[in-house]
């Protein structure tokens, strides 16, 4: 189902992000500020269980703002967000670690820090009193550097990794915490192209053959319609669309959400949506949310 902003105002009708699939992850009438600055508008939204999901719009639009509030980085002014089912707000910071884990957008690591020492940092959730460093985490510590390609850079420190390693690095924490959902905020952010493609066909690997559900952040349209199941577009705090690739990234989705002129073309290679940009439009803004 999609709804574009023409649509906000018709009623009834399934709301954005209306789930077909077992919910993991959702935001109820959720709405985030900072002081007294509200960023997202009562925002509901829902993330089904193996999906993989792309959260997408203009700068400043409140993406990673609602990414932090889904990743519990970010206490909702009103509204909740139910990790499956159950109100994340009063789910243990440990439980949650264990089901979800959230890779921010430039994430940062103590000097001297190694490769492997980061990917062990994703057992603590598992660690206790009575459970220490076992084989077990030795073990998915090992394999989370093979699965990424990083077992031979394991003693580099992570300051000396190139950015494209450093997010396969992040990554492999984030696969040896063991989690079912994984949120990025932008990790193709100051990373040339193959490398971008480098890093989003690892997450695509989690989605496929580790059945992750994924949550991701991203500004290359193109690339978000090539990679991700479903598009979330957002403007202004509010979620203005929602449903696959090919119904959301229209040239009125554009146009709208955008203020952008552009034609919407089969991708030559993958066969998805390609925005091809022709001019900047200056019409008049819409209107604020109320």
Known sequence: MTTHLADLTKTPGPRPGAPDGPVRLAAEAVRLAYDD?????????????????????????????????????????????????????????REVARV?????????????????????????????????WSRDDELAVAESLAWTDMTELADRPVEALSGGQRQRAWISMALAQGTDLLLLDEPTTYLDMA?????LELVARLHAERGRT???????????????????????????????????????????VFELEARV???PVAGTPMVVPVRRLHGPKLPAPA
């Open 37 to 93: 600055r509200v960023v997202v508008h009562d925002l509901d939204l829902a993330l089904t269980e193996g999906s993989f999901t792309a959260i997408v719009g203009p700068n400043g639009c409140g993406k990673s703002t609602l990414l932090k509030a889904l990743g519990r980085l970010l206490r909702p002014a009103s509204g909740q967000v139910l990790l499956d089912g159950r109100a994340i707000a009063k789910t243990s910071t």
């Open 100 to 132: 979800l884990g959230l890779l921010p957008q430039t994430p940062t690591a103590p000097d001297g820090l190694t490769v492997a020492d980061l990917v062990a940092r994703g057992r603590h959730p598992h660690q206790s009193f009575l459970r220490q």
């Open 195 to 199: 490398h971008q493609i480098d890093v």
């Open 214 to 256: 994924i949550v991701v952040v991203l500004h290359d349209l193109n690339l978000a319609a090539r990679y991700a199941q479903r598009l979330v577009a957002m403007r202004d705090g509010v979620l203005v669309a929602s449903g696959t690739p090919s119904e959301v990234l229209t040239e009125q989705l554009m146009a709208d």
């Open 265 to 267: 073309v089969p991708d």
